[in-house]
């Protein structure tokens, strides 16, 4: 499966699911001192998780106390590995960017071969003011030439795909 390859090499966690594994899967990729954010409006559905969870919107000032930030995804972008994260809000690319984790909640069904698929997808809807596109964790090597992680938004990303069933 090229997405799967892909992901791995960017270091992106895959975990791929059923619809009904979402909360424990949370469960056991959020530690229980965390503390969470969620962007409502990219995810579209409603979670349960036993942690401080704070909602979007919300002074931009408390979601950046957040350890992981949780959005949904436009599309998932097969050959390279890629999450599209389009919004009008701008508290996506918060979630997405501040906490130390960002997870990733998308249907299979968002997955697309290439950027040119990505781009109909959006254009298909209302044109957003905010589309994010992540290939991976935060990495730069602007200090030295050596690579660091982290610098510049998330250390870790994790992207739970759940099994789309008709």
Do not use: C, W
Not at 57 to 63: A, G, S
Not at 112 to 117: K, L, R, S, Y
Not at 138 to 157: N, Y
């Amino acid at each position: 499966m090229e997405l799967k390859e892909k992901l791995k090499e960017k270091r992106v966690n895959l975990h791929l699911i059923k619809e009904e594994e979402l909360e424990n899967t949370l469960e056991a990729i959020i530690p229980p001192d965390s503390r969470v954010a969620v962007h409502k409006e990219s995810l579209g559905i409603s979670l349960k998780l036993n942690r401080e969870t704070l909602y979007t919107p919300l002074p931009k000032e408390t979601l950046t106390k957040a350890t992981h930030g949780i959005t949904g995804a436009s599309s998932i972008i097969a050959a390279t590995g890629t999450i599209v994260l389009s919004e009008t809000d701008g508290y996506g690319r918060i979630l997405s960017n501040m906490p130390e984790t960002h997870i990733v909640i998308a249907s299979t069904q968002a997955i697309v071969p290439d950027m040119a698929a990505a781009l109909k997808e959006i254009r298909q809807t209302d044109f957003p003011p905010y589309i994010s596109f992540t290939t991976g964790p935060s990495r730069t090597a602007d200090i030295a030439g050596k690579i660091v992680h982290g610098m510049h938004g998330p250390r870790k990303v994790e992207l739970i795909l759940i099994e789309y069933r008709q």
